[in-house]
């Protein structure tokens, strides 16, 4: 039975220009390093603009992954890295002493980064 779901998955991944393509990524490690990087880099900018850019760089860095497990790490990784980047943005501007005082908002503002990302990362476990 197992062999069967193998079978499925791997007929279904390796269908169509994407899935050649991502297999492609996939498998060569210069290519998924490229593409992780690049997911960071669009995910990174379309959450400047927009909270919807968490779930994008969260699916774009776990479709890069060799799997599920790696993706959901990915993308957990992106969400920490857009926190830090934000925080980073804070400290510049001298207010990270307040905002580490802010408790709750706090706690959300790490929170919706990492896991919108995690929550995108998982569209891995579909394509």
Do not use: C
């Not at 993308?75 to 501007?93: E, K, R, S, T």
């Amino acid at each position: 039975m197992s062999e069967l779901s193998d079978d499925l998955t791997a007929s279904r991944a390796e269908t169509g220009p994407l899935g050649s393509a991502l297999a492609e990524i996939r498998t060569d490690a210069r290519a998924r390093w490229a593409a992780l990087l690049a997911g960071v880099v669009v995910g990174l900018a379309a959450a400047w603009v927009h909270w919807y850019g968490f779930l994008l760089g969260g699916a774009v860095v776990g479709l890069a992954s060799k799997n599920v497990k790696r993706g959901l790490a990915a993308g957990i990784a992106f969400g920490v890295l857009a926190w830090a980047v934000f925080a980073v943005l804070v400290a510049a501007n001298g207010g990270l002493v307040q905002y580490a005082r802010m408790g709750r908002l706090l706690y959300l503002s790490v929170g919706i980064p990492v896991g919108l990302s995690a929550l995108g990362s998982l569209v891995r476990g579909v394509v």
